[in-house]
Structures are given as C-alpha cells and as structure tokens.
C-alpha cells in the first residue's frame, strides 16, 4: 500500500521561503526523513552532507570573510559534525551578506548546544519525528488543522466539534485509517521501512537501526567506550515503558550507578529516541506523585529494544503508541499545550491530560475494541474536582465508533483521533 506514497510532512507548511531573512535548523532522530523533506523543500539550493569527511574539509577551508560569496545560501546536512561552521554562518548572517541557510542534524545536544552559544535569536527551531497517522492517511494534504484532536483544542467544550463528527468511518477510508494506524503500532514511524515489503527485512533493518544508533549519536553525543552497558539499560528502560520511572531500580537492574542511569536516559532523550512524560502538577484531588514516566517515539523501536517482538498486542504498546502520537503531533506544531499525566499517591490515575490556554482534556487508554461508561468513572472524578476549566473526558480505544456517553464525555477510536478522516 505505501508503494511510491509521497508524504507530506506536517511540519513543511511551517517551513520558511527562501526569500526570507532567516537560518533554519531542522533536527530529530536518524532516518525520520530530514535530507528527503530539505532536499524536496529547498531543492533550489546547494547541498552538502557533512557525513562526507571531503565536504567537512571543503568547507572548513573557506574564509569566514567569503563563506556568502563562496557557499552562500544553502543546505547543510549533519552540520554538528563541523562545529566551527556555525561562526562562519553566523559572521555572514550577522554582517547582512547571508540572508538564508538551512542547517540540519540528528544530534540534539551538540546542535542546541551551538545554537545556544552562536546562533541564538537568529534561528527557527523544527523537530523531525517518526511518521505520525495523519501523514499517512492524508499524503498529500498539508491542512492539518483538520486533525480531529487539534480541533478539540481550539474548542471550548469537546461536544462542538465531536457533535460535528461523523460517528463511523466506512469504505475506503476506514481501510487506509486501519492500515495505517496497524502499521505505526508494530513496525513504527521511521521513514526507509514505508518501502521495505518483507516482515524480516524490516526486523532487520530495526536491528541495523540501534547498532548504528548506538556507534554514530553515542559515539558523536557521549564518546561511549564500552556500550554494553548502555544496550543492556537500554533494554531494560525499555521495558518499563508507561510505569513511573525508579533510578534506583534502573541502576540496581542495569548495574550501573543511579547518576549513570540519569546520564543514559538523558542520551535517549536528546537523541529523540525517548522522552519522559511528567506528572500534572495542579493537587486537585490528593497529594499527587512526582515521578515521570518513560515513552518511546517509535513503536517499532521500543519492540525490537525491549524483545516484545512484533506479534504481541498489549496495553502498554497501545498506551505508547497514543503517547508518542500525541507528543510527535504537539512539538511538530509546536502547539502551546502541555501534555502530562495525572497520578494521586492514593492510586487514582489518568493516562493522559493536555493543559490548553482553554482549560484541561483527560485522556484514558483503553486497548479494546469496546468501551463501557464504567471506563469514564476516573475522568468524571477529575472533571467534578476540576470543576472550572474543564474541557472533557475522552476514552481513546480501538473501536470504530465515536460514541457519547454524557456531556462532555466520549469514547474516540484512536485513528480518528489523530486523523482527518
């Protein structure tokens, strides 16, 4: 089905002309499609990967003093390779004889880090992430406002756009939706596998993946000697994907002192493998916990890394799936919402809650097919202690039905959720 498909990223409608005065960096994992979307965007300019050790020397060889004249407007690929670079560009920028540039990397750390100290207040910051559902169902639209879940945030109650909403998808469409959302919940989002036919040689391919992750961006980001220890919490990590993250235990299991613990999920981190979901912070009904919770932006990176294998349909696949969906859509629009999750030490939790400038949205996950009001009783319980500021409950699940329990309260398939469709 994804045979020549030709996706339009969200992020590109945000993306800036050429004409204007303005540098560019985009960043993100390896293999999310960076060179692809910059090479088709800004297919006007010139192109050089830093990957190639000759364009590193090229390069480095050209005078500050005639880096406009002699490079000009252009793109430059892996810059975080060459780091001497971002003086250059910053001189040329800075004395009005470089206008645009677009600058590219999958190490978040080492680029940030140079942004920080040479480029700041000079350049627009765009994330690149796995495949997110909406850019597969519709690939050639770039009118994701159109996205079920960001409509809800613009709204002032859930029921003026869910009233609205067809309640079942049919045909083709649902087809497609189904498709997609199967294929991102076991093989993930990572750009090469769209066009990869065999089963095996995507299991490959995410083997090839986390050896090549472990030797480029650690070898580039932390100068790991010896990376056994790094694979094993690694895998450990993530297996404890959706619970409330324990540095004691994750050092005491790894083997590896609690700071070394942080330093290593620290590195997922800012190399866009995972992230932490902190916990809402506002006590509305009991003492709340702190501790934060660990996702994983690719479902098919977090089977192969924890050994679930490709076959297995569980809860917390799903919940991770629904997380890294939800937070790949929010930083590529780089919305003004917040995403958490809400846990009291007594035991009452809610997956999800995104904070908008109109109030608060509670999200459960549930990994079935059919919903019961008895899956709404958590979120009422949070709607009556919220009281003002409410948005709505929404029970996300596998169904095929948007279903309204009460006022304010729906049941949602999740391919809905995150589509036009």
Same mark, same amino acid.
């Given at each position: 089905?994804?045979?020549?498909?030709?996706?339009?990223?969200?992020?590109?409608?945000?993306?800036?002309?050429?004409?204007?005065?303005?540098?560019?960096?985009?960043?993100?994992?390896?293999?999310?499609?960076?060179?692809?979307?910059?090479?088709?965007?800004?297919?006007?300019?010139?192109?050089?990967?830093?990957?190639?050790?000759?364009?590193?020397?090229?390069?480095?060889?050209?005078?500050?003093?005639?880096?406009?004249?002699?490079?000009?407007?252009?793109?430059?690929?892996?810059?975080?390779?060459?780091?001497?670079?971002?003086?250059?560009?910053?001189?040329?920028?800075?004395?009005?004889?470089?206008?645009?540039?677009?600058?590219?990397?999958?190490?978040?750390?080492?680029?940030?880090?140079?942004?920080?100290?040479?480029?700041?207040?000079?350049?627009?910051?765009?994330?690149?992430?796995?495949?997110?559902?909406?850019?597969?169902?519709?690939?050639?639209?770039?009118?994701?406002?159109?996205?079920?879940?960001?409509?809800?945030?613009?709204?002032?109650?859930?029921?003026?756009?869910?009233?609205?909403?067809?309640?079942?998808?049919?045909?083709?469409?649902?087809?497609?939706?189904?498709?997609?959302?199967?294929?991102?919940?076991?093989?993930?989002?990572?750009?090469?596998?769209?066009?990869?036919?065999?089963?095996?040689?995507?299991?490959?391919?995410?083997?090839?993946?986390?050896?090549?992750?472990?030797?480029?961006?650690?070898?580039?980001?932390?100068?790991?000697?010896?990376?056994?220890?790094?694979?094993?919490?690694?895998?450990?990590?993530?297996? #404890?994907?959706?619970?409330? +993250?324990? &540095?004691?235990?994750?050092?005491?299991?790894?083997?590896? *002192? /609690? @700071?070394?613990?942080? $330093?290593?999920?620290?590195?997922?981190?800012?190399?866009?493998?995972?992230?932490?979901?902190?916990?809402?912070?506002?006590?509305?009904?009991?003492?709340?916990?702190?501790?934060?919770?660990?996702?994983?932006?690719?479902?098919?990176?977090?089977?192969?890394?924890?050994?679930?294998?490709?076959?297995?349909?569980?809860?917390?696949?799903?919940?991770?799936?629904?997380?890294?969906?939800?937070?790949?859509?929010?930083?590529?629009?780089?919305?003004?919402?917040?995403?958490?999750?809400?846990?009291? #030490?007594?035991?009452?939790? +809610?997956? &999800?809650?995104?904070?908008?400038?109109?109030?608060?949205? *509670? /999200? @459960?996950?549930?990994? $079935?097919?059919?919903?019961?009001?008895?899956?709404?009783?958590?979120?009422?319980?949070?709607?009556?202690?919220?009281?003002?500021?409410?948005?709505?409950?929404?029970?996300?699940?596998?169904?095929?039905?948007?279903?309204?329990?009460?006022?304010?309260?729906?049941?949602?398939?999740?391919?809905?959720?995150?589509?036009?469709?």
């Amino acid at each position: 089905m994804w045979e020549n498909i030709q996706v339009k990223r969200v992020i590109e409608r945000y993306l800036p002309d050429v004409r204007r005065r303005q540098l560019l960096l985009i960043t993100g994992a390896r293999q999310t499609g960076k060179t692809t979307l910059v090479k088709e965007r800004y297919k006007e300019l010139p192109y050089y990967n830093l990957d190639a050790v000759e364009y590193r020397d090229q390069l480095s060889s050209i005078s500050t003093f005639r880096w406009a004249r002699d490079i000009g407007a252009s793109v430059i690929d892996e810059i975080q390779k060459e780091p001497g670079l971002f003086d250059k560009i910053k001189y040329a920028f800075d004395d009005g004889s470089l206008n645009f540039s677009v600058l590219t990397g999958s190490s978040q750390i080492l680029l940030l880090k140079k942004v920080r100290e040479t480029l700041a207040g000079r350049t627009m910051l765009m994330e690149l992430f796995p495949f997110m559902l909406t850019e597969l169902t519709d690939p050639k639209s770039k009118k994701n406002d159109a996205v079920l879940f960001s409509r809800m945030l613009k709204c002032e109650t859930i029921d003026e756009v869910l009233n609205e909403t067809a309640s079942v998808l049919i045909g083709k469409k649902l087809e497609l939706a189904k498709y997609a959302e199967e294929w991102l919940y076991i093989w993930g989002g990572m750009a090469p596998l769209i066009h990869i036919n065999e089963s095996q040689d995507r299991k490959y391919w995410l083997k090839d993946y986390t050896t090549a992750y472990l030797e480029r961006d650690l070898g580039d980001l932390a100068n790991l000697n010896d990376l056994k220890p790094f694979r094993k919490f690694q895998q450990i990590a993530a297996l #404890r994907t959706t619970n409330l +993250i324990s &540095f004691s235990e994750l050092s005491r299991d790894a083997g590896i *002192g /609690i @700071e070394t613990a942080r $330093r290593y999920l620290e590195y997922l981190h800012i190399s866009y493998q995972g992230f932490l979901l902190q916990p809402y912070h506002k006590n509305l009904t009991s003492s709340l916990v702190k501790t934060p919770k660990l996702f994983w932006f690719d479902n098919g990176l977090l089977r192969f890394l924890s050994g679930l294998g490709f076959e297995i349909d569980s809860g917390q696949l799903y919940e991770n799936y629904v997380a890294s969906e939800l937070m790949k859509f929010i930083r590529s629009k780089r919305l003004d919402v917040k995403l958490t999750f809400y846990r009291t #030490r007594s035991g009452m939790e +809610i997956d &999800f809650i995104l904070e908008t400038t109109k109030g608060i949205l *509670g /999200i @459960e996950v549930k990994n $079935r097919s059919v919903v019961s009001k008895s899956d709404f009783t958590r979120l009422k319980r949070l709607a009556d202690a919220a009281k003002t500021g409410w948005l709505g409950g929404i029970v996300i699940y596998k169904g095929n039905q948007i279903q309204r329990f009460n006022e304010g309260f729906w049941a949602v398939p999740s391919f809905r959720f995150f589509s036009a469709l």
